[in-house]
Each structure stands twice: as structure tokens, then as C-alpha cells.
């Protein structure tokens, strides 16, 4: 199986590489249009701000290149947020792959960023938590969300409710970062790669 690791202007590749090491999968690193449409499955990873890797993405043509992919594509953090249609962050707008607009979270109470372990649970058929608990932990980092939605398959509570997980046909996202997310996490990658 080939995956293509998107190679943009955002960071935590590294840790995504780690993880697919871990369960021994090879991968390829590549911003190369040929090489993302054969790949079998893609993963669009990130950590960054919004309007910055958008600009990049644009520049290298990739925008409109991830809207068309027909293979799985797993988008995590930032990526997830940049399969939307429009982010707050630097007012930007983005892949839209989910009609769906990303806010800043606004709290009185709570820190932001939201940073830590927090609970997500499955919405409706989601094939990517097969074999999780109805509850799992994850690790997030983010100062932006995806409101709950249509496209939502888990939700985490910070602030509000909010879309840990989104998927509309070939597209899968994540909110937070599956390949840090211990057991869960790896179980999260396992299940994405046997789509």
C-alpha cells in the first residue's frame, strides 16, 4: 500500500511519520501532484495558522488537488480545519470539502488554546473508532473549531460542543492529533488504513 503524506508549510509531520512507523507502514513525504493521486491512501497533517498554510497550498496547487482526491484522505488538526470552507483564523477561505465555517473558541472560564487529553464520542456510523470504546481519549491542541454539523461523526466538549471528527465520502477528519493520541490514536490510523 502507498500513503502520501501531504507536504505543505505546517508542522507535526514528523510525529505522523513516527506513528507510521510504529505500525510499520511505509509513506512518502511529497507535495508532488503524481505521486498524491496514485498514492492509495493520504494524509493531510498539520499545525500552523490557517491563512498562512492556505497561501502555501495555493502557491503549490495542492488546493484544488486535495478537493478531487477519490482514495482515502485523512486530515488531522489543522488539516481538518483547512478541508472547511472557511476559517476565522486569517479570515481565510479554505479547501471547502465540509460546508462548514471554523470559529475561535471565545471563553471567559477556560484557557485557549484547548490543550490536553479530552474525551470524544462516536456520532452515528463513524468506521473510523471500529474497536474503540463509545468514549475514547485523544490529544488536542487548537484555538479554532468546526461547530457540530452534518458531516460530524465525534464530538468533544470545550467551551461548547464542538466536531472532533468529521466525514463526508472519502474524507475523513480528525480535530485532534491521532498519531499522538496513544492506543486510541494508533487504533484511529489502523482503522483509516484498512478503509
Known amino acids: 500500500m502507498e500513503i502520501a503524506i501531504i507536504k ?3 508542522g507535526n509531520v514528523a510525529s505522523v511519520m513516527y506513528a507510521l512507523d510504529r505500525i510499520g507502514q511505509n509513506y512518502q513525504l511529497t507535495d508532488d501532484h503524481e ?3 496514485k498514492a492509495d491512501k493520504v494524509i493531510f497533517p498539520g499545525v500552523g495558522e490557517a491563512s498562512t498554510a492556505m497561501a502555501y497550498l495555493k502557491e503549490k496547487g495542492l488546493d484544488t488537488l486535495i478537493k478531487v482526491l477519490k482514495q482515502p484522505v ?3 488538526c489543522i488539516g481538518m480545519q483547512l478541508l472547511c470552507k ?3 483564523e486569517g479570515n481565510v477561505d479554505c479547501i471547502g470539502v ?3 465555517e471554523v470559529k ?3 471563553s471567559q472560564d477556560l484557557k485557549i488554546p484547548h490543550v490536553g487529553w479530552n474525551s470524544i464520542e462516536k456520532r452515528g456510523e463513524n468506521p473510523l473508532m471500529k474497536g474503540l470504546k463509545e468514549e475514547e481519549f485523544v490529544y488536542f491542541v487548537h484555538s479554532f473549531y468546526a461547530p457540530v454539523n452534518e458531516y460530524t461523526t465525534a464530538v468533544c466538549e470545550y467551551v461548547q460542543p464542538f466536531s472532533a471528527m468529521l ?3 472519502n474524507f475523513y477528519a480528525a480535530q485532534f492529533h491521532a498519531e499522538i493520541s496513544g492506543k486510541a490514536g494508533e487504533q484511529i490510523l489502523k482503522n483509516f488504513l484498512a478503509l
Open 8 to 10: 505543505y508549510n505546517a
Open 35 to 37: 505521486q498524491i493521486k
Open 74 to 76: 485523512l486530515a488531522t
Open 86 to 88: 472557511h476559517s476565522e
Open 98 to 100: 465540509f460546508d462548514v
Open 104 to 106: 475561535k473558541f471565545i
Open 167 to 169: 466525514q463526508k465520502d
